[in-house]
């Protein structure tokens, strides 16, 4: 049986475009979801369709979130002398 290959060799930019890729498939199925929200008194069978749409937004949802939580965001040493502000 083959195994699955557990390091990938990814740079900033590849996960930028995952990650970008990911919001906008996000902001899509959003967007059908709305319109499937506003047929659904009218067509009962549409329940099911949201109920996927709804699980793969939030597979999509806690794909973003894991990516987000691996990043190190930079703040300045000790070193600079002027005070640090965030934001």
Do not use: C, W
Request: charged share 30%.
């Amino acid at each position: 049986m083959p195994k699955f290959n557990t390091r990938f060799e990814l740079d900033v930019r590849d996960i930028e475009l995952i990650e970008t890729a990911l919001q906008q498939r996000k902001k899509k199925l959003s967007l059908e979801r709305l319109a499937l929200l506003a047929e659904t008194p009218a067509r009962p069978e549409a329940t099911t369709e949201l109920a996927a749409l709804d699980e793969t937004l939030a597979d999509i949802h806690k794909l973003l979130g894991r990516l987000h939580n691996q990043k190190v965001f930079f703040r300045p040493g000790r070193a600079s002398p002027a005070p640090y502000v965030s934001g």
